[in-house]
Structure formats: structure tokens, C-alpha cells
Nanobody, 122 residues
């Protein structure tokens, strides 16, 4: 099974920046990695989309982060990044990496990282 390892979370003051990384390993069992992205879940709230990026580089952002966050990927390293600038207290949440892959039978699967905490203080 594909494993996702996230890093880069932490605590920062409002207006600060953080960069999250997520590396997919054990990828020999898959045909391709398609969409990669980030979701977040704040305490007491449902998980929500933050940003996604296709294998071709097309991106999609939640309105709440558009213009402040940037998602990117390095296909050769099976890695997706989330650069978060001008952070606000309402960005405080656990951030989860997500990848959608196709196995050799061309069946799609979703995998999730373990989550990394981002805390923004005012």
C-alpha cells in the first residue's frame, strides 16, 4: 500500500508562513499518481478541501486560502507541497495530505496522510 508521510506543521503567529510537505512511498504497486492535495480539519468541524493539483499541474483552491496558499508538486519525488503565507488564526487545523492513484488494473484509490497540526496564534 502507498504510504504518505507529512512534515512541516507547527505553530506560528498570524501573518507568518509555513510549508507542508508530503512524500508518497511504496509506489511500485501503482500505475500512476493523479491528483494530489491537502485537506484540513479544525476542531469540531468537518474536513474540508484546501488545495489540489493534477499531474499536469492544474490547481484548485478553497476560496478561504486563494491568494495566500500555493500548492505544488515534484512528480519525480512523488511529493506535494503546500506553501502557506499570511496565515490567519482561522487556518488552525490538522492538515491532511491526499493522493488519488491508479493501480495497474486502472482502478482508482485514495490515500491519506496521518495529519500534521498547524496552529496560528493572533
Amino acid at each position: 500500500q502507498v504510504q504518505l508521510v507529512e512534515s512541516g506543521g507547527g505553530s506560528v503567529q498570524a501573518g507568518g508562513s509555513l510549508r507542508l510537505s508530503c512524500v508518497a512511498s511504496r509506489t511500485r504497486s501503482i500505475f500512476s499518481i493523479n491528483d494530489m492535495g491537502w485537506y484540513r480539519q479544525a476542531l469540531g468541524k468537518q474536513r474540508e478541501l484546501v488545495a489540489t493539483i493534477t499531474s499536469g499541474g492544474s490547481t484548485n483552491y478553497a476560496d478561504s486560502v486563494n491568494g495566500r496558499f500555493t500548492v505544488s508538486r515534484e512528480n519525480a519525488k512523488n511529493t506535494v507541497y503546500l506553501q502557506m503565507d499570511n496565515l490567519k488564526p482561522e487556518d488552525t487545523a490538522v492538515y491532511y495530505c491526499n493522493v488519488h492513484i491508479l493501480d495497474w488494473g486502472r482502478v482508482g484509490h485514495d490515500y491519506w496522510g496521518q495529519g500534521t497540526q498547524v496552529t496560528v496564534s493572533s
